[in-house]
């Protein structure tokens, strides 16, 4: 099965600190959804446009945009330098 990418990738705080996921593919914005605790409508929203985006009913740049709304809702948002080296 080929993943659904999408650009620029969407970066979200880790499991540890200091650790950045750069999330590209609709398939990794779904299993990092699927971890977080919060989940508020935002999240909500995320998992279904995850699901039809999978379903071929909706693009992978929908889902990018619901899943940084969602990791804003979680407080895992990142910028694009935190994390860096």
Do not use: Y
């Not at 996921?21 to 409508?41: C, D, F, I, Y």
């Amino acid at each position: 099965m080929a993943l659904h990418w999408f650009n620029p990738p969407v970066p979200v705080s880790g499991e540890r600190a200091g650790m950045t996921h750069n999330v590209s593919t609709v398939e990794a914005a779904s299993e990092l959804l699927l971890q977080w605790t919060k989940r508020g409508p935002k999240w909500n929203h995320a998992v279904r446009v995850c699901m039809a985006c999978l379903a071929d009913q909706a693009t992978p740049q929908e889902v990018r945009k619901a899943f940084r709304a969602a990791a804003i809702e979680e407080g895992k948002l990142r910028t694009a330098h935190e994390g860096a080296d």
